[in-house]
């Protein structure tokens, strides 16, 4: 297991999607490069959920989950990290809301909020998408310290699309990476 190598840690929350290729190989190859990262740690992972698109139509669905990470890096520095991911398992930027071999989007850090060219924290349309919420309930501890519980929550009983996300397969990351350290 990785730990971040300075003693100011915190907890971010990201998104992850697929829907060109095998989607859960895909997956499992960012969460594992995630994990990799000396200064980052895969905390929790949440069950595999199938979703709709959203926004362009004409595209296959989506497997959609959320991980909660533990890092000592700048939210900006974390982006780049997933970015460079993303661009490593052929993410092409053609089409707005279009087709992706991965999509890995930061949502929060800690609380914070930033609002640069890079980044705004936290992700501005993730209370308004079902595909992000659902997963994130799976992972979200109730009492977590910087109030993402109850605003996921209190989106999650008033969002529509919830019907375009359906349960797909069950996740769980120690068991996973488990098996890939044999």
């Known amino acids: 297991m990785n730990t971040p190598s300075t003693s100011e840690l915190s907890e ?13 190989a895909t997956l499992m190859k960012a969460i ?26 004409d595209q296959p669905c989506f497997v959609n989950m959320a ?3 533990r ?22 930027r053609k089409i707005r809301f279009g087709p992706r071999t991965v999509d890995l989007d930061l949502l929060w850090a800690g609380g914070r909020e930033l609002n640069t060219p890079l980044l705004t924290l936290p992700h501005p349309r993730m209370m308004e998408r079902a595909f992000v ?5 799976d992972i979200v501890p109730k009492g977590e310290p910087s109030g993402l519980y109850e605003r996921m929550h209190g989106a999650l009983d008033i969002i529509d699309g919830k019907e375009g996300v359906r349960f797909w397969k069950t996740f769980n990351w120690h068991s996973a990476s ?5």
């Not at 971010?12 to 290729?21: C, E, K, T």
């Not at 890092?71 to 092409?92: C, N």
């Open 133 to 137: 919420l659902v997963p994130l309930a």
């Open 12 to 24: 971010a929350y990201i998104a992850l999607g697929a829907n060109l290729g095998d989607r859960e």
């Open 178 to 182: 488990a098996l890939s350290e044999n």
């Open 71 to 92: 890092t000592s890096l700048e939210p900006e520095a974390l982006l780049s990290v997933m970015l460079d991911i993303e661009l490593r398992l052929g993410r092409e």
């Open 67 to 69: 991980l909660a990470l």
């Open 32 to 57: 594992a490069a995630l994990q990799e990262h000396p200064e980052i740690e895969v905390l929790r992972c949440s069950d595999l959920y199938e979703t709709d698109p959203v926004g362009y139509l």
